[in-house]
Every structure is written in structure tokens, then in C-alpha cells.
């Protein structure tokens, strides 16, 4: 699978390579794109013709997910609240009605194409809490399988500042990191990342591609750009720093013109932030070095096998449940000898695991009550030791 390249050999590759490469797809959009500056209104045309790309990838068989801005800016148009700074609690209400003026808008554009459009608001403790966490990922992977684009936003009608991310650069590097994701394209006012702030300095140069983020370049980022923006290239080189971490690739592109994605795909300027290991690896390596087993799950011989092989752990293979711990809780798994095989991270919490130890999948229902997921522990969240 994509998601297990080498990227630390693509130092020849293209844009174009990158992003025919990637399994999963963040996009993120600014306000600054979707916004008129002049009528604060909705620009419908780029809208279409972005919607046009992502409809090209779908088609190519990549996941697409959106992170997009621009609720808020909406929302104020239609309250009438343009023309001066927005008071907390007139911010929440424009974004409450932005929102569903802004969902509308994405469904329309890509109902044309005959993709469903899913709605997500995230907080920041949504994708830090373990529980939020997976269950977020879940409903995503699951929204992915069904062909959908989800289209995520910060849920600014709730969010308090101790709760909020305060820009969607960040947000989306937290969603990529949170679906594994593959590749990271933040569509911004700008093609990328320069040795200086190239509105004030003309001597600034265009950086192609960045494998570390050194103290040197975390000193080229500038100021925020007046208007709708909440970001600029401080939260942008945050936003690498949680993408680099998570074995993602991230790019910075101009987004501006009609078909952003389609011009990126033609090798257009743009700055990629390359990590040296890719995302299935950065997580394994969290699962095996970071996290400390907190239970214990007892398989047998045929689903250590299994393991070995590949796959992941199904309740019909475990005979033994120890500890307590939590689903997403990180636990051992050994052989009946006590020969610890694997370390991940379980689907279920204890009491529940002990339940449907060693009945089989389609037993799990009729077993809790309830359907959870078919596996113990997903090879995607399994590392053999």
C-alpha cells in the first residue's frame, strides 16, 4: 500500500508522482479562497472547479477529505456583521449559520459529479482525547468506504479557547495525522514556502522542498496576511511539524486560480515538506517505542500465525484477557507461554474483549448487544515484536 512507501528515496520525485501516489488526500482551503474580498460572498466558480478536482481524484481511486474554512466569513455576510471585528459570542453565531450555508454549497457543487458530501466539526480536544479520537477516525474511515468526502471544520459554535485550534492548518495536519493520511495539500494565497516574507521583501526565494524543520526555517515564516485568514505560514510550518511526525507528506500550494489541484498535479510551484518514513511506519513506531502496555491479550498458536502473516487479531483467536484497560488502550499480546508476540492497541475495552474471546466475528452482536468492529486489534494499529 501507498501509505508504506520509502519517502526517504523520493528526492527525484514529481509533484505530480506524489500526489498519483498517495492512497488518502488531505485538502485544506482557506477562507481567503472561498470568500470574495470585494462582496464577501461565496466565489461559486472556484468552488466548482476545485469540487471538479476532487472529483478527478475520487475517480482515480484516492480518498479525499476536505478541511475547509469559511464559515464564519459566510455566516457574518449573511447576518450582516461585515465592516468591523466580531465579538465571541457574534463569531459563534455567524459560524453557526455559516455552516450549514457552507455545507449546502459543497454538497451542490459536488452533487454534480454524484459524490455524497459529509459534514464534520472537530474540536481540538476531538483529536487528543483517545475515545474522540478513534471514534472520529472510525466514522471517517467508514465515510471513505462509502465513497463520501468528508468535509471538516473546527466546531466554532461550541469551541472555547482552551478547546480550539484557532486555525485549520493545524486542524487538518491533526486529521491527516489522525487517518493516516498520505499527503497533506494546504491551498493558500500563497505558492509556498520563501527565505522571507516575499510581500515586503523582494529578495526572498522559493523553497522547493524541506525535509527538517530547522531553527533556520521556522525563521522565515511571516505575519498572518490581513483579511479572512487566521493563519500564515507560522501555523503552516506547525501544521508540517504534526505532519512530518506522522510519516505525511505536506505541501503548500497556490490555490487562488480555478483547479488548484489540477495546476499542483502539473508540477506548478509549490514547496512539499517530505518526512523520512511514511505514515503506517511513523505509526507503528509510535505503537512499539511510546506506548506502554497497560493489559494483556492471550492468543493461540493458529492467531499467532496469523499475526506473522499479516493480518489482524480476531476475538476467535484470543483465549485470555488480563488488565484493565480502555478501547484504544494500548495492550501486550502473548502466546499461551508468555512469549509476548505483538504490542497494538485494542478495539474494545476489557470487559468486553474477555466476552468475545474466542467466539467469532459474527457472534460479536449477539455476544455485547451491540455491533462493534470485527477485530481485536486492527493490523494498522498492530506491531509484531
Not at 119 to 134: G, N, W, Y
Request: glycine fraction near 8%; charge should be negative; charged fraction near 25%.
Amino acid at each position: 500500500m501507498s501509505g508504506e512507501r520509502d519517502q526517504s528515496a523520493d528526492t527525484g520525485s514529481s509533484t505530480a508522482e506524489r500526489l498519483v501516489e498517495s492512497r488518502r488526500i488531505v485538502v485544506k482551503i482557506g477562507s481567503a479562497l472561498l470568500i470574495d474580498p470585494e462582496t464577501h460572498a461565496l466565489r461559486r466558480g472556484w468552488l466548482d472547479a476545485l469540487a471538479d478536482d476532487l472529483a478527478a481524484l475520487r475517480r482515480q481511486g484516492q480518498d479525499v477529505v476536505v478541511v475547509s474554512s469559511g464559515a464564519i466569513a459566510v455566516g457574518r455576510e449573511h447576518l450582516g456583521l461585515v465592516g468591523r471585528p466580531l465579538r465571541l459570542e457574534e463569531k459563534q453565531a455567524a459560524a453557526a449559520t455559516g455552516q450549514i450555508r457552507l455545507a449546502h454549497a459543497y454538497q451542490e457543487t459536488l452533487a454534480r459529479h454524484d459524490i455524497t458530501v459529509a459534514q464534520i466539526l472537530l474540536t481540538l480536544s476531538d483529536t487528543e482525547a483517545r475515545r474522540a479520537h478513534l471514534n472520529a477516525r472510525a466514522t471517517i474511515d467508514q465515510l471513505l468506504t462509502l465513497g463520501v468526502i468528508p468535509v471538516i471544520n473546527e466546531n466554532d459554535t461550541i469551541a472555547t479557547n482552551e478547546i480550539r485550534f484557532g486555525d485549520n492548518d493545524r486542524l487538518a495536519a491533526r486529521v491527516a495525522q489522525m487517518i493516516m493520511a498520505d499527503t497533506l495539500v494546504l491551498l493558500s494565497d500563497i505558492d509556498g514556502l520563501y527565505t522571507a516574507d516575499p510581500r515586503t521583501d523582494t529578495g526572498a526565494k522559493h523553497i522547493p522542498v524541506v525535509r527538517d524543520l530547522t531553527p533556520e526555517i521556522d525563521a522565515m515564516a511571516g505575519r498572518a496576511p490581513p483579511g479572512y485568514s487566521s493563519g500564515g505560514m507560522i501555523t503552516k510550518l506547525a501544521a508540517a511539524r504534526i505532519c512530518l511526525s506522522s510519516g505525511c507528506r505536506m505541501v503548500i500550494a497556490q490555490g487562488q486560480a480555478p483547479h488548484p489541484l489540477r495546476r499542483l498535479a502539473e508540477n506548478e510551484r509549490c514547496t512539499w515538506f517530505l518526512p523520512s518514513e511514511g505514515p503506517r511506519t511513523a505509526r507503528k513506531t509510535w505503537i512499539a517505542g511510546s506506548l506502554a502496555p497497560i493489559g494483556r491479550v492471550i492468543i493461540d498458536d493458529g492467531a499467532a500465525e496469523a499475526l506473522n502473516s499479516g493480518k489482524s487479531l480476531l476475538p476467535a483467536g484470543v483465549v485470555g484477557v488480563e488488565g484493565e484497560f480502555r478501547r484504544g488502550d494500548p495492550v501486550a499480546v502473548t502466546t499461551q507461554d508468555g512469549r509476548q508476540i505483538a504490542r497494538g492497541l485494542s478495539a474494545y475495552d476489557n470487559a468486553d474483549a474477555a466476552l468475545i474471546a474466542g467466539h467469532h466475528s459474527r457472534d460479536i452482536e449477539s455476544v455485547l448487544g451491540y455491533r462493534g468492529r470485527d477485530v481485536m486489534i486492527h493490523r494498522d494499529d498492530l506491531v509484531l515484536m
